[in-house]
Each structure stands twice: as structure tokens, then as C-alpha cells.
């Protein structure tokens, strides 16, 4: 399009001066359409009806229509009878002044948005060599279209807790600037306790013969099924990335499948190849000696029956909980991927840590696992000298982990080593022989617990879930330096990050930003089997419950809500309940 019109205008320009031809602009718009209708643009006044789809997605029209002098609109019209408009945007687009506009979106009135930014408190740990990306842009939202067998889509649905992949798919992607086609594309539906609920997450990876997506070839897209706000993901990778942690970059995205909308979907940069060389050598294969990819989770298969449990009965209760009367740790998950050591007889390890990827070279073999756990169990949890802190920056990536912990804490992680000694990343840095420890998957936190309210989210930090008891934090704890920089971090990231004065601008700004598309979202049929939902009651879903009840009201019962606070209920506990605690204790000290 942009080049025949290129074209059109150099000839023009030869021969016809004066022709005004270059008021004619190509106008690109996302939308899907029943065959029966098509879409129009409205320039000041007349209508002109958008002369083609692309052949990449049904979702992309565009068409050349004059420029507008005051402005323009688009408008859904009938196909057979082009003059009947079926629909038109409520709000009117400012001209442009480029001969194309951006790849638009149907009913939203921002193609890009300005949104506040969290200030950057300390730099990237030292391993990471992160590559330059546009995968992720603030402030724009683009559209997934995935497109194939509809049958084997169907049948992935009707199976969610099996792991099905449906492969041979096509994807487009098309954001404000660029629209990008990939075929042999592989869907499947990802998670563990998410996959009963209504809307599914699901893992996307592109074809490792075919274009990557800006370097990435892995994606996670996040239901955000459990959250209310639809932004604690994002404000928690936000987070991450402030405090210089080696984990993956979050997004949105609008996603389509087929004649489909899904929704809304959080988007994730996998923790799947290319992603380690992404990050730690600047996405550059030649020359890096790539370590295993490890995560803890337990070896099993997803039970069903056992999944309402995980989502059931949780204590955590929207009311003020009574802060004087905590009770420490008292629902710990007993877990044994949190570096309990199991003896000497790698095969152990295998059940409690899985491989994301093999080393580049030869393949994932758990010694230094093995290994790690043996160093940790053989540490006193008595508090020492700091004698032992040179051994521990030999075994492991020791600032990884006392910044990984710390971030637990002030984002009140429920699903995560310390609170349930489970989900999180290692990374076997073969440069210096040790692992590094990586968080991922923020989908339950910041106010969304597994756990009860008091102890997830209460001011004396050593009360929190697992602190006093895993094996790496009683051991780390023992050390005194090490005792004094967790205590150090979490203060600077109560005071700098999960602070109202910090993080308010931001969740406003994504209020805005969200507000239409969350609207869209829960305005969609969902395609997960919901019967073991249907099984505990009506109400279960965040999809009848207002955006507005996520961000500051107080929630109404459901099963969804019984374990969430609204994010700015939360924010304004977790910090003032943090910062009491170090004034009371600083006081004690002076
Ligand atoms: C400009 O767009 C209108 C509407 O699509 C079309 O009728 C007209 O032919 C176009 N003019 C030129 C010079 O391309
Ligand atoms: C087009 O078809 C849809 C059903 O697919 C129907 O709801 C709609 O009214 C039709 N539109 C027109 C303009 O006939
Ligand atoms: C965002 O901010 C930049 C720099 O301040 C400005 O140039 C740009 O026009 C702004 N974009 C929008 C959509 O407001
Ligand atoms: C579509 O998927 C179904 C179910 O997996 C399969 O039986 C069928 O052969 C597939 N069709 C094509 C054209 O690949
Ligand atoms: C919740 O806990 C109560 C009491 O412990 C138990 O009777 C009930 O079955 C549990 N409900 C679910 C959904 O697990
Ligand atoms: C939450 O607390 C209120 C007031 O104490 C109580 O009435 C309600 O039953 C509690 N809800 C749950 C799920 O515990
Ligand atoms: C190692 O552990 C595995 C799994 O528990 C077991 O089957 C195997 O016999 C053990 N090997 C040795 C040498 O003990
Ligand atoms: C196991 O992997 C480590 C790297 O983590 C490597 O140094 C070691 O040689 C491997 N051992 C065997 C037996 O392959
Ligand atoms: C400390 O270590 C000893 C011996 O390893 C163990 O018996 C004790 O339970 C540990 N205490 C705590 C609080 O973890
Ligand atoms: C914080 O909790 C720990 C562990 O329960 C306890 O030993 C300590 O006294 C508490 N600190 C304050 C200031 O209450
Ligand atoms: C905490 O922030 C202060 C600046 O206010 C800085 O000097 C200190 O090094 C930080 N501590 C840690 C552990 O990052
Ligand atoms: C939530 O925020 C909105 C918009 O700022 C405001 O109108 C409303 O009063 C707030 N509600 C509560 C319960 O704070």
C-alpha cells in the first residue's frame, strides 16, 4: 500500500502538479467483521468504504479516501448496501498529516498512550545483557490473529488440563507501526490451577526455521484470569525491571482466534530459547556457552480434582484484617523444589526441578542443583560471622537472590519460593559455575494471596510466608551481611517502588490505557470448560465484577474475590504496613 501510493504520488509529481492527488491518505483499520459487513471511513462527513482486507488477516482493512480537513471517524457498514452504516466510533480522530495512518484499532480512540513510568532504582544484575527489543512497547496494544484447524482448536479446549499442542497454525501480528505473518505457528493452553478457570492462558512459539518476532520466538499469553485489575502482572514486571532482575518483559495484547475474540492478554516473553541468550548475551548465540534452564515445579501431571482446592478456601478477606493478632507463618506449603536437599542421587532432583532448556551444549543434568542444596544444608541457620560470604558468591549468584526475595516480599508473592517453594527459575551460569535465580509468573500477588491476608501482606517482613523457614532464606538470614542487605532492600523497594506516591500515577495512566479493552474483554463468550467452576457456584468469575472494584473499590464475595484485595487496597496496606514496621523497629534501635 505505502509504496503504490509512493509511486503514484513521484508520477503524479512529473507530470500533473497541481493535481491533489496528495491529499488521499491510506487509512488502516482493525476489525473483525462478519462476512456480511465490511468497514467504512467517515471523512468529514462522507463516507468511504475501506476497499480491501489484507491477505495476511481478515482483521486488517485499509483504504485510500481523501484526508480530513476537521477530522474523520470509522464505521461498520453493510456490504451489500455500502450506504447503510450498521455502526460508527462515538468519538471523532484528529487528521493526520502522514499519508498513511497507523494501523488503528476499531473503538479505541488511542493508537499510542503515554504512560507514567517507574523509575529505575538500581541496575541490571551484572549477568544480564539484555538485547534491544521491540517486542514490548509501553503504551500500545497490539492484535495476535492466530488463524488454522479450528477442529484441533476445539479439541485443545475441550481438553484444557491435557497438554495438547495444536501446531501448523498462522499468526499475524499487527501493532500501531508494523503488521508481521508467521506460519507453522504451535498453540497451546498453559498454567497449572489457571486452567479451570473460564479464560484459558496458553503458550505460542514460532517456528524455529521461520522470522522471529523481534528476537523472540516464545510467548506467554496470560489470562489474567484471577485478577480483577488486570494489571498486577504488568506492574510487577514493571517492578522486576526496576530492581534489574533477570526475568522476562510484560505487555498486552488483543488476541483472535480465528472468527474469535479471546480478550485481553497479558504478554510474556517465554522462558524458552532464545529467551536465555536474549538476556544474558545480548541475544547473541555465537560464542556463548549457554547453561541449563531449570525451574522448580513439581514432576506431576495436573490433577483436576485437586484444582478447586487450590483456589477454594484461601483466608484472606477484604475486610481489615487484625494486623495486632498475626499469626506467624501458619500456612506455609510444605514443598520440596525449594532446595531442600535430597541427597546425592540426581534422579531425586528430576521430580521437583524440570528443564526449560538444555545447556548448548550436552544436556541438563541437575548436579548443580544437587549441589546447591548440599551447600545450603550444610550452612549453619544459627547467625554467624560473615566469614562465610565468600563461599556463597562461589556457589551461587548470591545479589540474585537477595533482590529476587526482597521483590517476593514487597509484591506479596503467593507463588514463588518463599511462599510456596515452587515456581521460580534457576539459571546455570557456566561462566562462574553457579546458578542464578530468576522469578517468573506474578499472577498471584499484590493482593491476589493464596494465602491468608495478614501474613501475605503484614508489616514484620520475617513473618512473611516461608521467611524464617526454606532452606536458602534461613541459611542466607544466619549471615549478618546478608541479613542487613534483604532488610536494606526491602526498605528501598517499600520506599521507592510499592509506595501510593510511586505506583498510583502509573496504575491511573493503565486505568485509561485498559479501560476500553478490559470493557471488550469481559464482554466476550469464554472457551474453557468452566464445569468445575460451575461446580463451586455462580459468581465465579472477575468477568461480572466492575474494573474500578480491581483497582480501589472493596470486592464483592465470589471465589475470585475471597482472595483478593483491590491493587490500591493492597498498595496502601503493603506499604503502610512495611513502613511501620521499620519505624517501630528503627525506634527500638535508637
Ligand atoms: C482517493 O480516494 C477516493 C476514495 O477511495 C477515490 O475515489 C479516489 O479515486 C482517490 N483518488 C486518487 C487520486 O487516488
Ligand atoms: C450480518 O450477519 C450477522 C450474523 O452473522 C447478522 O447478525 C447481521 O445482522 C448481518 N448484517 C447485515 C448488515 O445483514
Ligand atoms: C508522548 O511523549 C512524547 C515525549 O514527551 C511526545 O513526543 C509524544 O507526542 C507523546 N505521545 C502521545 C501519544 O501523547
Ligand atoms: C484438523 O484437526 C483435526 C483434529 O485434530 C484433524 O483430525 C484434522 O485432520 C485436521 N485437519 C487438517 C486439514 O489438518
Ligand atoms: C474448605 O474448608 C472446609 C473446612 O476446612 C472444608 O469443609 C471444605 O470442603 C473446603 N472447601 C473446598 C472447596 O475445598
Ligand atoms: C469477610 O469478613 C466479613 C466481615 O468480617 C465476613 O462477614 C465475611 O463472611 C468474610 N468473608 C470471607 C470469605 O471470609
Ligand atoms: C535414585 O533415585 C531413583 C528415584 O527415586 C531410584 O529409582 C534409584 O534407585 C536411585 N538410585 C540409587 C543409586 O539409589
Ligand atoms: C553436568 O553439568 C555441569 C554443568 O552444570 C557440567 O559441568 C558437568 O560436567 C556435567 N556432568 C556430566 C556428568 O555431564
Ligand atoms: C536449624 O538446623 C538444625 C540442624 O540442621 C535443625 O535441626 C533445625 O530445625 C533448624 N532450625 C530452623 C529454624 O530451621
Ligand atoms: C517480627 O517477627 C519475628 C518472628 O516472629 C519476631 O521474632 C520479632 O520479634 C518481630 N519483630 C517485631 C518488631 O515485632
Ligand atoms: C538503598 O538506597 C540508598 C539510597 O537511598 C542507597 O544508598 C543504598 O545503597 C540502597 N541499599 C541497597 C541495599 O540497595
Ligand atoms: C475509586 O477511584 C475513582 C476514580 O478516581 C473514584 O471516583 C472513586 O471514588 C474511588 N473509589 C474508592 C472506593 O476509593
Excluded at 160 to 165: E, H, L, S, T
Excluded at 343 to 371: K, L, W
Excluded at 401 to 426: C, H, K, P, W
Aim: proline fraction near 5%.
Amino acid at each position: 500500500m505505502q509504496i503504490t501510493s509512493a509511486i503514484a504520488l513521484f508520477v503524479a509529481g512529473v507530470t500533473y502538479i497541481t493535481v491533489a492527488t496528495a491529499s488521499n491518505i491510506t487509512y488502516n483499520v482493525v476489525s473483525l467483521q462478519p462476512n456480511n459487513q465490511t468497514i467504512a471511513v467517515i471523512v468529514d462527513d462522507q463516507v468511504y468504504p475501506l476497499a480491501s482486507v489484507s491477505k495476511k488477516s481478515q482483521l486488517l482493512h485499509t483504504g485510500d479516501a481523501p484526508a480530513a480537513a476537521s477530522g474523520y471517524k470509522y464505521a461498520v457498514i453493510d456490504k451489500a448496501n455500502p450506504s447503510n452504516i450498521i455502526d460508527q466510533e462515538s468519538f471523532t480522530r484528529a487528521p493526520v498529516t502522514e499519508d498513511k495512518t497507523l494501523n488503528e484499532y476499531y473503538g479505541r480512540f488511542w493508537n499510542t498512550m503515554n504512560l507514567t513510568q517507574l523509575p529505575t532504582i538500581m541496575d541490571p544484575l551484572p549477568i544480564i545483557d539484555r538485547i534491544e527489543s521491540k517486542l514490548h512497547i509501553d503504551g500500545e496494544i497490539p492484535t495476535i490473529h492466530i488463524t488454522g484447524n479450528q477442529s484441533a482448536i476445539d479439541n485443545m479446549h475441550k481438553q484444557q488440563y491435557a497438554d495438547i499442542d495444536v501446531e501448523g497454525l498462522s499468526m499475524t501480528y499487527i501493532s500501531p507501526h508494523d503488521v508481521q505473518s508467521f506460519d507453522d505457528v504451535t498453540l497451546a493452553v498453559a498454567g497449572f490451577s489457571t486452567r479451570s478457570f473460564p479464560k484459558l492462558s496458553y503458550k505460542l512459539k514460532l517456528s524455529k526455521h521461520g522470522e522471529d518476532l523481534y528476537h523472540y520466538r516464545r510467548f506467554k499469553l496470560r489470562s489474567m484470569g484471577v485478577d480483577i485489575s488486570y494489571m498486577r502482572e504488568e506492574l510487577a514486571y514493571a517492578i522486576a525491571e526496576s530492581i534489574g532482575l533477570p526475568t522476562g518483559r510484560y505487555s498486552y495484547v488483543r488476541v483472535f482466534l480465528n472468527d474469535q475474540p479471546l480478550g485481553l492478554f497479558g504478554f510474556l516473553d517465554n522462558f524458552k530459547n532464545p529467551w536465555p541468550r536474549n538476556l544474558f548475551n545480548g541475544g547473541k548465540k555465537k560464542g556463548f556457552d549457554q547453561g541449563a534452564l531449570y525451574k522448580a515445579s513439581p514432576n506431576k501431571n495436573v490433577n483436576p480434582s485437586t484444582l478447586p482446592n487450590a483456589i477454594g478456601n484461601t483466608t484472606a478477606n477484604s475486610s481489615q484484617p487484625d494486623w495486632n493478632n498475626v499469626k506467624p507463618n501458619s500456612t506455609i506449603q510444605s514443598s520440596t523444589s525449594d532446595l531442600t536437599y535430597l541427597g546425592d542421587n540426581i534422579t531425586e532432583y528430576t521430580q521437583y526441578y524440570s528443564v526449560s532448556e538444555d545447556p548448548s551444549s550436552g544436556s541438563a543434568n541437575f548436579t548443580r542443583i544437587m549441589e546447591l542444596c548440599k551447600f545450603i544444608s550444610e550452612q549453619s541457620n544459627k547467625t554467624s560471622d560473615n566469614a562465610a560470604i565468600d563461599l556463597w558468591n562461589e556457589k551461587i549468584d548470591v545479589t540474585s537472590f537477595l533482590r529476587g526475595i526482597a521483590f517476593e516480599v514487597v509484591t506479596s508473592q503467593s507463588d514463588a519460593y518463599l511462599a510456596n517453594g515452587n515456581n521460580y527459575m534457576l539459571y546455570d551460569d557456566l561462566e562462574n559455575e553457579r546458578l542464578v535465580y530468576s522469578n517468573q509468573d506474578f499472577d498471584i500477588s499484590m493482593g491476589t494471596a493464596f494465602m491468608s491476608a495478614e501474613v501475605m501482606h503484614g508489616g514484620n517482613y520475617t513473618r512473611f510466608p516461608g521467611f524464617l523457614e526454606r532452606p536458602l532464606t534461613s541459611r542466607l538470614l544466619a549471615v549478618p551481611e546478608f541479613k542487613r542487605e534483604i532488610h536494606d532492600l526491602i526498605y528501598n523497594f517499600t520506599r521507592d517502588l510499592v509506595n501510593p506516591d510511586v505506583l498510583n500515577p502509573r496504575i491511573d495512566d493503565l486505568y485509561t490505557f485498559l479501560e476500553q479493552d478490559v470493557a471488550w474483554d469481559k464482554s466476550l463468550p469464554r472457551v474453557g470448560n468452566t464445569s468445575l467452576f460451575d461446580a463451586i457456584g455462580s459468581g465465579f468469575t472477575s468477568d461480572n465484577i466492575p474494573f474500578m472494584f480491581g483497582i480501589n473499590g472493596t470486592l464483592p464475595d465470589s471465589v475470585v474475590s475471597n482472595f483478593s484485595l483491590s491493587l490500591k487496597n493492597w498498595l496502601e496496606l503493603r506499604s503502610t504496613n512495611l513502613m511501620n514496621f521499620f519505624n517501630e523497629t528503627s525506634n527500638q534501635n535508637n
